[in-house]
């Protein structure tokens, strides 16, 4: 890879001109995104600052590559903190274009989410043979969706609501079923009619479609640098794999396909392969 800012070019004259004119330029047309709400919880988003640097830096949590947003004045590592992370310190690896990969710290604070406690009838939480088969399957298909990842920045990294409506179920709430433990919720519910369009809340391109035991007929997308997100129980799906998508465009319907008791929207939304909670990127906090 050649670049001008490489250590070892020693810009002369005209060169040299050109270039600082450059620098001057720079800040004014890449303009820093918009960053989602900071909150240092398990499932929220850590806003790391990393200072200035000409080239991005690359940041990794656990090997996974973190979103870095900004420009040369100042980078941001974006990163998803995972629901089961325990609170205490954290660290990213940050590697600038010049020198040795660095290790940055950062505090998780606790956070209590909201637990329910349900009592059902057996045959509702376990799972038949067949089905557990087919949801081993689908988890392994998530998977290498969920592991996507593409050099193109997000064009924003405030989304707008993908459907009007109440916002129900919060994220992170903590399900037990007849006194176990399942996984807790980790995303957004919407509660809205059968056939309310769900359009895409950010520009980016579906990842993939499918129908999926738990979540039903899903849609996901790629915003850009592992930012994507995940919409379910859908009525109908509109959009195919690999078309690209601008906010606002409809992808499909809200539906109750899937293990859900009535119509809405599961909305989650991932960074470095972590949910984190959607309501960190609306503009409106959520709310
Ligand atoms: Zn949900």
């Known amino acids: 890879m ?20 450059a620098l001057s330029l720079l800040p004014a047309l890449a303009g820093a ?10 499932g929220g988003v850590a806003l790391i600052d990393l200072g200035p640097a000409l080239v991005a830096p690359q940041a990794s949590v656990d090997g996974v590559p973190v979103l870095v947003s900004g420009r040369p004045g100042g980078w941001t590592a974006v990163v998803g ?7 205490g310190e954290r660290v990213i690896e940050v590697q600038r274009e010049e020198g040795p990969a660095a290790r940055v710290s950062f505090a998780v604070a606790p956070v ?14 376990d799972l038949s043979a067949q089905d557990l088969a087919r949801h081993e399957r689908e988890r392994m298909r998530s ?11 997000p064009e924003t990294l405030r989304m707008r609501p993908p459907v009007p409506g109440r916002r129900s179920g919060s994220f992170g709430l903590r399900r037990v079923f007849n006194d176990q433990p399942r996984k807790p919720h980790g995303g957004m519910d919407i509660a809205a009619p059968t056939g309310t369009p769900v359009v895409a809340p950010a520009a980016g391109r579906v ?31 509109d959009v195919k794999a690999g078309e690209l998508v601008a906010t606002g465009t409809r992808i499909g319907a809200v539906g109750a396909t899937g293990r859900v008791t009535g119509p ?19 503009a409106d906090g959520g709310r």
């Open 81 to 87: 903190i995972p629901l089961e992370a325990a609170p």
């Open 207 to 237: 990842i993939d479609t499918g129908d999926y035991f738990f979540n039903g007929h899903t849609v996901w997308l790629d915003h850009g640098n592992g930012l994507l997100s995940m919409y379910c129980h859908l009525s109908r799906i």
């Open 112 to 125: 209590r989410y909201a637990e329910q406690r349900l009592q059902v009838a057996p045959g509702k939480v």
């Open 2 to 21: 050649s670049s001008p800012f490489r250590k070892g070019a020693r810009p002369h004259g005209v060169a040299a001109a050109v270039l600082a004119l």
């Open 264 to 282: 809405h929207l599961h909305w989650s939304v991932m960074l470095n392969r972590t949910l984190v909670d959607p309501a960190l990127f609306l």
């Open 143 to 153: 998977a290498e969706v969920i592991a996507t990842w593409s050099a193109a920045a």
């Open 33 to 42: 995104l918009e960053l989602p709400r900071a909150r240092s919880v398990p």
